[in-house]
Each structure stands twice: as structure tokens, then as C-alpha cells.
């Protein structure tokens, strides 16, 4: 038996999710594309669905309606109905995580400058164009959350309210959302 050659036609291993980010950064000329990854480049990603009653969170089945905070949709490439988050980290965890394969459309959260905290409905916006704070004194329906806002200001002011650091989406790293944690690390249980 002789040792393969550098040459021998075998199929390559896929992508990590890292290097696939890194090509479609390269290719598609930065992460707007990559949210954008459908469609033609003149075409209008779809607009944001809304809260109805009975909708549930696709992580963990929590009902939307029945929690405080910022709210989350995704619409992945050639799906017609949004995947839906009841908490801001976890909609950024699955966006942000190394290991995410499918292309996403655009993804939406809620501008909490409009929007009412104890019953968010409406005034969503592309994730990509907006601020967050990390660290408020906020809960969401998971318990701390990541405010989310259009405008920078606003962000701004709710930190000078209620605490926390603003960062705009580009600044958002998977460490910062990591769900691993939950009611296991919470020592009031």
C-alpha cells in the first residue's frame, strides 16, 4: 500500500463555522452580507413579524407574551415563518455561536426606547444596526439580559439609568452571551 499523495481527489472537511465566516466576510464584503445571504441584492429582506398570543420561544418553549425584555426573530435562507427568542442573549448566542451553519436573512430584535419593558411588543428593528447594553440592572425573561436599541443615545441613557456597558452589534462576541450558566449558577435556588 503506498501513502497517499498531496494529490489523491478525497473530499475536503467542511467549513468550521469560523472559517465560513471568514470567507463570507471576504466574499460577501463584511457581516451584512452574511445576515443578508438570500435574495436578490436589490430585494428587501422580509419585514418583522409580530408577538401574538401562544407564540413560543424555539429554544426553550417559553411563552413570548409571558415575559419582560427584549424579544428576538430570525428569518433563516428558505424558511417563510421567523425563529423566535424570548430573550436578546439567547437570540444573539445562536447568531454569534462558532458552530452556526444555517444563512441567515435578517434578524430582528426591539428598540427598548419604544418599546414597553414588562409587555415588548412592536418597534423592531435589523439587529445589525443597533446598541446594546451588557450588564444592566434589567431583567429580561431569562434573567439578566442585553438591552437592545436603534439609536445610540438611547442606549446611552438606559445605562446611565440602569447600569451596564453599550456596545454596538460588531462588539458583541460569543463570551458575552454564553447560556451555559442558567439556574445551575443562580445561588438562590
Not at 429582506?45 to 409580530?50: D, K, L, Y
Not at 429554544?59 to 436578546?88: N, R, S
Amino acid at each position: 500500500m503506498t501513502a497517499p499523495s498531496s494529490l489523491d481527489a478525497r473530499p475536503l472537511p467542511p467549513l468550521t463555522r469560523r472559517q465560513g465566516l471568514a470567507l463570507g466576510l471576504i466574499g460577501l464584503g463584511g457581516l451584512g452580507g452574511l445576515l443578508s445571504a438570500c435574495g436578490k441584492p436589490d430585494e428587501a429582506p422580509p419585514a418583522p413579524s409580530e408577538i401574538v398570543a401562544g407564540l413560543s420561544c424555539d429554544l426553550d418553549g417559553m411563552l413570548l407574551a409571558d415575559y419582560p425584555g427584549p424579544k428576538g426573530q430570525i428569518l433563516y435562507v428558505g424558511d417563510a415563518k421567523p425563529h423566535w427568542f424570548c430573550d436578546t442573549v439567547e437570540l444573539f448566542n445562536v447568531l454569534l455561536k462558532p458552530e452556526q451553519q444555517r444563512a441567515v436573512r435578517v434578524a430582528y430584535t426591539q428598540d427598548m426606547a419604544q418599546a414597553d419593558w414588562e409587555i415588548p411588543r412592536g418597534h423592531w428593528f435589523d439587529v445589525r444596526q443597533g446598541f446594546y447594553v451588557l450588564g444592566s440592572k434589567r431583567q429580561g425573561s431569562m434573567g439578566p439580559t442585553i438591552a437592545s436599541f436603534k439609536e445610540q443615545a438611547a442606549a446611552q441613557a438606559f445605562a446611565q439609568a440602569f447600569g451596564g456597558k453599550v456596545l454596538a452589534f460588531a462588539a458583541l462576541k460569543p463570551d458575552m452571551v454564553d447560556l451555559s450558566g442558567g439556574a445551575q449558577q443562580d445561588s438562590r435556588m
